[in-house]
């Protein structure tokens, strides 16, 4: 427990330099204006990257960053996250992102995935986005465009975007120089972010 104590004891201390931060906090409804969809990867970090703090990102991670379509048996846990960020607490961007390395990524290819585990189950919602023959950056582009379509199935998403109350990004974390990619709508493929 002491790599537990330790990080907590300095991370108090660092609330309490930021102390009115964390009562508004309290006070508040907590009011993001960004939800953000990641791997639960440990070193992707999706407050550190955006460089926010508490009350800023609403945050949902699973493996390999997916959302499935509306009307998979799986969808629930996902889509309840979407309907309370983005209709109840009306928050106005959104971003998929996804990362170099994700071993969730490299599992939808990989024959070594124990055959009907609940990581094979999630896994087959990307299968059919990549492929063993593609780089892992590939599969990661094309597994992360799959949960873009994927998102335009939920007809209240589809509903904000055409009432401009809604944007969509997809991303890519380099895990390696923390760069960032985003999918360019004018040439549709990803471009480092500058
Ligand atoms: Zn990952």
Redesign the pocket.
Known sequence: MDIINNGYRQYKKKAALNSEIYLANESDPQRPQLMVIS???SR?IPNEIFSMGPGEIFSYRN???IVPASNHPQSDSVASALEFGLLHLDIPHLIILG?TG????KGATASSCDKDSALDNWLDIIRPAVCKNNSVLTNTQNALNLSYMNLLSYPFIEQRLTNNLLTISRMIYQISDANLLYFNEKNKSYTLAV
């Open positions: 791997c639960c990867d992707v493996i390999a960053n990362h994700c071993g969730g990524i």
